[in-house]
């Protein structure tokens, strides 16, 4: 079986508690023979700034360009708010997605069965969903130029941030949605905000040239990103596929994540375009969560996400689907049993920790 590489970026806050039970995750897969790995661990985010100055080294960028995937924990808090802007936690995590070229964020919300009840919207509206976000990840006012705050005569300040899209960028991305729509329900909603932005102008008439020319077969609905947010906790169930650039895919896939539960059941992917020669792409599997500072240390982050995106590391990095969808059995089965972390525990109901949850997922792949 081949050694896949896998780098480590644990990062701060609940990052570090969600990675340990990455860590228990991967010894198990290795242990059982349904994956082996090769681990590396490095920094990223505060801590990296704590100890070298910078929110990722250069040598920690060279790890991550040649693993053959990166697991990425959560950056950032309150610890390092008066940092250089350069040097915020956040710019590592920007610099891995822009360095790797990590241009499609693919952010799937499920809701799980048992999880039903847990969303802040009625069961009915939820039940069976199955949503896939596909977030521009490498353009937009993420990246655009000039971004920068400029003091003015009257000593008044300016700040600027610049969306940016070009036709190439829009175009790699809807593919990928449209390519994912064919394997699933055959529909994809492009958000933006052409009624207000050029840069949506260009979005919708590549997606549109796009579709004409290549995907006619596949269902295509344009809707502005603000009515987006509210379809989505309107009738969630309308969507199949919605692809978007990188500040609304942002915006909805935190929106999308209450739907399933809770922030800590959202998984995700960032992957580059296909090497020419050998055809691996790039890849980055993180939470979409943060680092949650109010709950950090305490043993209370959901490790779902962050276990949920090594399943999807599994399947899309090194097509073992048959290891990724015993992880999702085992979640799907320790849900159903009832366990629970506090962020997805009804009022009343006992929550365990974060490595009780872990633990048991593990436990429950083992059992097969
Ligand atoms: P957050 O995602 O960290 O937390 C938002 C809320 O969701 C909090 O109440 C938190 O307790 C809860 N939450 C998040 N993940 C959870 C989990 N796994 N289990 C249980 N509850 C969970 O967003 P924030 O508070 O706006 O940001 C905190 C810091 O994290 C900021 O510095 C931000 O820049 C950073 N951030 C980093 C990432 C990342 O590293 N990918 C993503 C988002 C935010
Ligand atoms: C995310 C986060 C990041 C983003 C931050 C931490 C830079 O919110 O991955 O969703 O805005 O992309
Ligand atoms: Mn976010």
Redesign the pocket.
């Known amino acids: 079986m081949a050694t896949h590489k896998l780098l480590l970026l644990p ?1 701060d806050g ?2 570090v508690e ?1 990675m340990a039970e990455v860590k228990r995750l991967v010894a198990f897969l290795d242990k059982s023979g349904l994956a082996a790995f090769e681990i590396e661990e490095d920094l990223v985010g505060g801590s990296a700034y704590d100890a070298h100055g910078v929110a990722i080294t250069d040598a920690a960028m060279d790890r991550a360009q040649a693993a053959d995937a990166v697991i990425f924990g ?4 309150p610890k390092w708010a008066d940092v250089p802007y350069a040097a915020r ?2 710019a590592g ?1 920007l610099r891995l997605r822009k360095e790797l070229g990590l241009f499609a964020n693919l952010r799937p919300a499920v809701c799980y069965p048992a999880l039903a009840d847990a969303s802040s919207l009625k069961r009915e509206l939820v039940e069976g969903l199955d949503i896939m976000i596909v977030r521009e990840l490498t353009g937009g006012v993420y990246f655009g130029e000039p971004k920068e705050i400029v003091t003015l005569e009257n000593g008044q300040k300016r700040a600027v941030d610049t969306q940016v899209y070009s036709t190439f960028e829009i175009e790699r991305i809807a593919r990928v949605a449209f390519e994912l729509a064919k394997a699933r329900r055959n529909k994809v909603t492009s958000s933006e905000k052409h009624n207000v932005m050029k840069s949506g102008v260009l979005w919708k008439q590549v997606v549109t040239a796009l579709h004409k020319a290549e995907y006619p077969a596949v269902a295509l609905e344009h809707m502005l990103a603000d009515n987006c947010g509210m379809q989505l906790v309107r009738t969630p169930k309308q969507f199949d596929v919605i692809v978007c650039d990188n500040l609304f895919g942002d915006m909805l896939s935190d929106v999308a994540a209450m739907l399933t539960g ?3 059941m959202l998984p995700s992917a960032s992957l580059g375009a296909p090497d020419a020669k050998t055809g691996k792409r790039k890849a980055m599997y ?2 979409v ?7 950090a240390g305490k043993g ?3 490790p779902i ?1 962050t276990l949920a995106s090594v399943g999807m590391a599994l399947r899309y990095s090194f097509g073992l689907s048959e290891a990724a969808d015993r992880l999702d059995g085992a979640i799907a089965s320790v849900l159903g049993q009832g366990l629970r ?1 506090k ?1 997805i525990a009804g009022p009343g109901t006992n929550a365990v920790s974060t490595t009780e949850m872990g633990t048991a997922i593990v436990e429950a792949m083992a059992r097969g």
């Open positions: 990062g609940i990052g969600v959560a950056v950032g808090g936690p956040e995590l809770s922030l800590g993180e939470p969560h943060g680092s949650a500072p109010d709950i209370l982050a959901n996400a972390t962020d």
